[in-house]
């Protein structure tokens, strides 16, 4: 694999003319390649230019809408509502975060379900964003049925990520994100296109057998981590971002979709607590000293310590020159 | 095993009975035997009467107030505090549900801390209360030390018992309530004391090495279930239970404790959501749909759906002599 060193400006220039050459507009271009560049940023590759194509065909389907205009109300003072107006989620965080970060600090909770809206990125940037405001945050989304329920062989489970954080007083935020199937989609097309193997457990094939060979499972079905009890977080990841807040859970979800290789439409569960309102406590030197002693462990790491040690780096990144003729093909 | 049939309200009596003499009064005697019949009557054996040497010796040790009167105020009208008084959690959850669910229910989420509080059942009585009363509700609490963080060999986390309940408008709820280690503790004794060998993954012996001997792995240490990925919900509710409500962590936990075999001091974090508020839709239709779909897959059982099976046989249940003759020594 060669590659190409670029500026993460550049990375954030490349997906925003991307974007905008498919039909976005500025604010949901710029929104768009934000989360683009600090994935790319972050060392969250699977996140990041690797999939402006699928940004781009949702947008040229028409399944997309690169003009979206997504409104926020509130449903009470601590429910709220973002109607994404079936555009890319990130606009929808932009005009919803602060809110529901305002409403967790005054009553100590609050929620925002989010609706009519294509997730198609990490989920850290949401649970960050809040635990940079003192709070702690949940979040999950539901996708396309890839899963099996533990002990079937048929997909009915989105890979369906949660993402949680953690606010710390002098260090960024304990940040963990991840995908409830064995492993993320994303990082089994990136084994599939680098012909790499993936561990047992991962999935199965078309005939319902286990393989190592990440293709296979493309084409066969993947398996929830950590069997049963995996399987239970990803049924109820379905509950949380379909039915709760108004949307579709991941079969209907794709009834609906048009095959067209981005993210189906879907809804967006984001919970955010404040700690100083709950506890009625100094919670931060509890957690500070569980956080040291996870730490101290030997064969520990904190989740997300790499990614904020590559943000530290401000530097080019190196980007798969064949990931790049492929933007510039679609451009 | 031998064992003797005792119907459902000689259970109640029996537990009654012996938390009375052990010192408790009998709003909380009532409470916890309540709770432990509910366990046996539902087929949970390790949280039915196998807990009552450990309720009576943590009563005796004067560690857990058996006259606790717990105290429920509002932090704000959406995040509720109960202070356990140092006694079993089930009279805190008695003075303190229905004002979650009436919060929830006006406000669409609404969060319960219970601090002081001694917990030593399962969490489905909780949830799957406000599910039948039209909430989704999540609940979590820590325990002592005894399950090392994936990578490391030594224990940090407790078991960290997570469970869920989605509310169903024809059919009990559908509920889940799993310990976030490989294996639950109670179900760890259980084998230990029938002579059952456990599956391999579920812990490691003092030695740090991997074992399938359940009383290797209670003088060593559990696994977290899943990995690193199940480790890192393991740790989310070490934060949720303790320092989110105003309690400390396992460890922290542990060196307060005075090692009477019966549960340490601790907090437990509740939460309710209305998907009637929150979806602002007809939410049932699809999550019907949804479990429906699940319960047709071949291979896959809903969770909970053994244990409401069982509920309905209100007839005697069957009890293992060695603990009817434990608990006859211990009044």
């Given amino acids: 694999m060669t ?38 940023r972050d060392g969250s590759h699977s996140h990041g230019l690797f999939r402006m194509p699928g940004y781009v065909s949702s947008l040229r389907s028409g399944k997309v809408n690169g003009c979206a205009d997504p409104q926020l109300h509130s449903r009470t003072p601590v429910a709220l509502h973002c109607d994404g107006d079936l555009g890319y989620a990130p606009l929808a965080h932009q005009r919803s975060l602060d809110a529901l970060a305002e409403a967790a600090h ?17 989920l850290w940037p949401e649970t960050e964003a809040l635990a940079e405001k003192g709070l702690t945050a949940i979040t999950c989304v539901s996708y396309m049925p890839s899963v099996a329920p533990f002990g079937a062989h048929k997909p009915l489970y989105g890979t369906n990520p949660l ?18 199937a064995a492993m993320a989609m994303g990082d089994i097309q990136i084994a599939a296109r ?7 457990g991962t999935g199965l094939d078309t005939a319902g057998k286990p393989t190592t060979d ?53 809804g967006q569960f984001i919970l955010a607590m404040n700690p100083t309102i709950l506890s009625g406590d100094d919670w931060a030197e509890q957690s500070e000293a ?16 790499r990614r904020h040690k590559n943000r530290h780096d401000q530097g080019a990144r190196q980007i798969d020159d064949a990931l790049l003729e492929k933007i510039a093909k679609i451009i």
Same sequence: chains 1, 2.
Avoid: C
């Avoid at 005054?106 to 990490?122: E, W």
């Avoid at 996870?294 to 790491?301: A, C, H, K």
């Fill in 214 to 266: 990440p293709a296979e499972i493309i084409k066969g079905v993947l398996l929830p981590f950590g069997g049963y009890k995996g399987s239970h977080i990803a049924m109820m990841i379905e509950l949380l971002a379909g039915p709760l807040v108004g949307e579709t859970v991941s079969f209907a979800s794709k009834t609906r979709d048009n095959g067209d290789g981005g993210p189906p439409q879907g």
């Fill in 290 to 305: 569980f956080i040291e002693r996870i730490g101290q462990l030997d064969g520990v790491r904190l989740p997300a310590e």
């Fill in 163 to 180: 993402s949680f954080a953690w606010p710390r007083p002098d260090a960024p935020p304990l940040v963990f994100d991840m995908a409830t």
């Fill in 194 to 200: 680098d012909g790499r193997a993936v561990p047992p």
């Fill in 106 to 122: 005054k009553s100590g909770i609050a929620v925002l379900s989010i609706t009519r809206t294509h997730h198609f990125a990490a």
């Fill in 3 to 40: 590659t190409t060193s670029v500026s993460l400006e550049d990375i954030f220039s490349l997906a925003r003319q991307t974007l905008l050459t498919a039909g976005a507009n500025e604010e949901n271009a710029n929104a768009v390649a934000d989360t683009v560049m600090r994935a790319e």
